[in-house]
């Protein structure tokens, strides 16, 4: 049997964590009056076939750059959603000051999503706030993440409310299967494609720099509808 999975999502960078001290000033002169910035979201998807049927894992990180004093006041808080559908295997949060200190997440509250976007009733929304935050300080959170419904995954959005300065999509699945992608947004043409093949594996990788900040429009809908993403949904044949 030849599994097909067809995918559309946003696009997400990588900047090594040793070289943001010296990029703090640069990223602030960059984007004045921004309080902060996502210096990095990256995603792999994994793919596999058991039993016939497709098996995803996906391990996330995301750094966001604090470029303000007043960033505690009203920044601290961030979170992730998760369902029995895509259960949370581990996670972990912590804040790197700008004096390379490590200061871990120590406390995470998790309570019913209630939102009216979603169609299914068991999403959970943890959240918790990064401590120690100040001017160069990075909150950093990584996830891991099994997806039980490939056909249920979640658009993946490159851009926010707040710049993206690099951004990268992986996705690595067997070479008997068949994978597309489609891209969608405003700023789709941003981003850069590539595929390689490692062990047995082919890997797509998607890749984007400086992402703006998404713009709120009056009497326009949700941003989802034009904010450059990536969609992934699964059929066999």
Do not use: C
């Not at 009056?33 to 049927?53: C, D, H, P, Q, R």
């Amino acid at each position: 049997m030849r599994t097909n999975i067809s995918i559309s999502a946003l696009l997400l960078f990588i900047l090594p964590l040793t070289s943001i001290s010296q990029n703090t000033e640069a990223i602030r002169a960059k984007y004045p009056g921004e309080e902060a910035v996502i210096l990095s979201m990256s995603e792999t998807y994994k793919i596999t076939i058991e039993n016939g049927v497709p098996v995803v894992e996906s391990k996330d990180n995301q750094q966001l750059l604090y470029l303000s004093a007043n960033t505690s006041a009203y920044m601290s808080r961030y979170g992730f959603s998760h369902s029995g559908f895509n259960p949370v295997l581990n996670y972990e949060a912590y804040t790197k000051t700008a004096d390379n200190k490590k200061v871990k997440v120590t406390e995470f509250k998790t309570n019913d999503n209630n939102s009216s976007s979603i169609f299914y009733d068991d999403i959970k929304e943890t959240m918790f706030d990064f401590p120690a935050l100040g001017p160069g300080a990075v909150g950093n959170l990584d996830l891991t993440i099994a997806h039980k419904e490939p056909k249920l995954l979640s658009p993946f959005y490159f851009s926010r409310r707040i710049p993206v300065i690099n951004a990268e999509l992986k996705l690595i699945f067997p070479k008997e299967m068949s994978v597309k992608f489609i891209i969608k947004g405003l700023e789709k043409d941003r981003i850069q494609f590539t595929q390689d093949t490692k062990r047995g594996d082919i890997i797509y990788s998607f890749k984007a720099t400086d992402m703006p900040a998404e713009k709120p429009y009056a009497d326009a809908p949700d941003n989802a509808y034009y904010a450059t993403s990536y969609h992934i949904f699964h059929r066999e044949i």
